[in-house]
């Protein structure tokens, strides 16, 4: 690895720019589904089932857990792909 490459990846990892996560939506036979984005990578998808509870789907995980706010579905998804960032100001 060349010096400037070095300092290209130390930048990356030190990027303050916080992810651009996106939430849109597609109709099926089941009702809605919605999709979680970091920028053009899908992240997960969630809906709601006929509980009134909303199922998280993240890619790659084989556990679909069950949350009870449409946020809570997001967060999770997020947490589970490295993305979710605390402000501790």
């Known amino acids: 690895m060349t010096q400037s490459e070095f300092e290209g990846y130390v930048y990356q ?3 303050p720019t916080p992810p651009e996560i996106e ?3 597609v109709t099926d036979d089941f009702g809605e589904l919605y999709r979680v984005w970091n ?3 899908l992240l997960g998808t969630f ?3 006929l509980e ?3 199922i ?3 890619c790659n995980r084989d556990k679909r857990p069950c949350c009870d706010t449409p946020l809570q ?3 999770l998804i997020i947490a589970v792909n490295g993305l979710l960032v605390a402000d501790v100001a």
């Open 52 to 54: 009134g509870k909303w």
């Open 39 to 41: 920028g053009s990578q």
């Open 23 to 25: 939430i849109d939506s």
């Open 47 to 49: 809906y709601q089932n």
């Open 56 to 58: 998280a789907q993240p």
């Open 73 to 75: 579905a997001q967060l």
């Open 13 to 15: 990892l030190t990027d």
